[in-house]
């Protein structure tokens, strides 16, 4: 069964930085590739960065763009969103989501980790 668990959310200032991982299990991450979404209080879900199975390709939601850096290492079968220059409307909550090669949809999702961003 594959597993997604995201940890690093937390309060922090506007300006700051962090880093979000999720960690993949139950298969390689290498069959996936890797997306992060958010979900703010009363909004609805907002695609953040995606990843493909090798690294090789990003992409990243308008919003983010020059903020937020997603990356992989396969081997740890990790995913890092960093995340610079935070801005209060970046608070959500952040999901990563796994999807098999060939798939146009996200078939596994995490719980989420909670950042908040204050002014």
């Known amino acids: 069964q594959v597993q997604l668990v995201e940890s690093g959310g937390r309060l922090v200032q506007a300006g700051g930085s962090l880093n979000l991982s999720c960690v993949v299990s139950?298969?390689?991450?290498?069959?996936?590739?890797m997306g992060w979404f958010r979900q703010a209080p009363g909004k609805e879900r907002e695609f953040v960065a995606g990843?493909?199975?090798?690294?090789?390709?990003?992409m990243y939601g308008d919003p983010v763009k020059g903020r937020f850096t997603i990356s992989r290492d396969n081997a740890k079968n990790m995913v890092i969103l960093e995340i610079h220059s935070l801005k209060p409307e970046d608070t959500a909550v952040y999901c990563c989501?796994?999807?098999?090669?060939?798939?146009?949809?996200?078939?596994?999702w995490g719980q989420g980790t909670r950042v908040t961003v204050s002014s």
């Open positions: 989501a796994a999807k098999r090669l060939g798939r146009i949809t996200y078939d596994y």
């Open positions: 139950g298969r390689p991450l290498s069959d996936f590739a």
């Open positions: 990843i493909s199975w090798s690294g090789g390709t990003t």
